[in-house]
């Protein structure tokens, strides 16, 4: 059973555009949420993060959208670079010890 | 800067071989964790470890086992690896109390022939 659904499973826009990539929960119990980036051959590295208790989180070109009613959020890339293009996972996590359910993963190209 | 380290970027072994897979991370931290990822399927948790000699089974703990003898140090076992095996393995740390940031290693892609 696949806890984080995820999508699209792959994503190409042109320089400047917004990708949106999009995921869904099921369990309600989860009160944090991450993104996480992975360029090939690197591990993951947390891009930005949300709780239940906001709507919505900007770092710099990247923002969260959370609708908790529905069980979902969102990331949005500002003005999107080539040095974007890289993997993006969200995931959830519930508790202390932050045992993360990750979702498929979304593949990001940027064109120049 | 966080570092956390894995002992192999690439390893190749052969069915029924028993694998190691050792991480170990420098900043004292006490939850330690072992994905695998695969395409399509993102990554999936195999075990965690939240002190030293203590573990708790993931998403998908069949065909593994681990060890936490020391903090910095946590090791994933194949006992008799199996070709459903191959994957990327990746390590995990997290501080208690800290900024909720998973610091993952670099990975080590396991062939079984």
């Known amino acids: 059973q696949q806890q984080v659904k995820q999508s699209p499973q792959s994503l190409i826009v042109q320089k400047g555009g917004i990708p949106i990539i999009n995921c869904a929960y099921e369990n309600t119990a989860f009160d944090y949420f991450p993104w996480y980036q992975q360029f090939p051959g690197k591990g993951p590295a947390l891009l930005i993060a949300?709780?239940?208790?906001?709507s919505e989180k900007k770092e710099g070109r990247f923002t969260i959208s959370f609708n908790k009613s529905a069980k979902q959020f969102s990331l949005h890339i500002m003005d999107s670079q080539p040095g974007d293009s890289a993997t993006y996972f969200c995931a959830a996590s519930k508790g202390g010890r932050r045992a993360l359910t990750f979702g498929s993963g979304t593949r990001l190209q940027v064109q120049p | 800067d966080v570092k956390v380290t894995q002992s192999s970027r690439y390893l190749v072994k052969r069915t029924g071989e028993k694998v190691f897979l050792e991480c170990v991370q420098d900043?004292?931290?006490?939850?330690m964790f072992w994905y695998r990822q695969d395409p399509g399927l993102g990554l999936r948790l195999i075990y965690f470890s939240y002190d030293v000699k203590m573990k708790e089974k993931g998403d998908i703990p069949e065909g593994y086992s681990v060890s936490r003898e020391k903090k910095e140090r946590f090791s994933l076992i194949l006992e008799s690896a199996s070709t459903n095996q191959t994957s990327m393995y990746l390590c995990?740390?997290?501080?208690?109390?800290?900024?909720?940031?998973?610091?993952f290693g670099p990975g080590t892609r396991l062939t079984v022939l």
């Open positions: 995990a740390s997290f501080p208690v109390g800290g900024t909720d940031t998973q610091y």
């Open positions: 900043m004292d931290h006490e939850n």
């Open positions: 949300i709780r239940p208790d906001v």
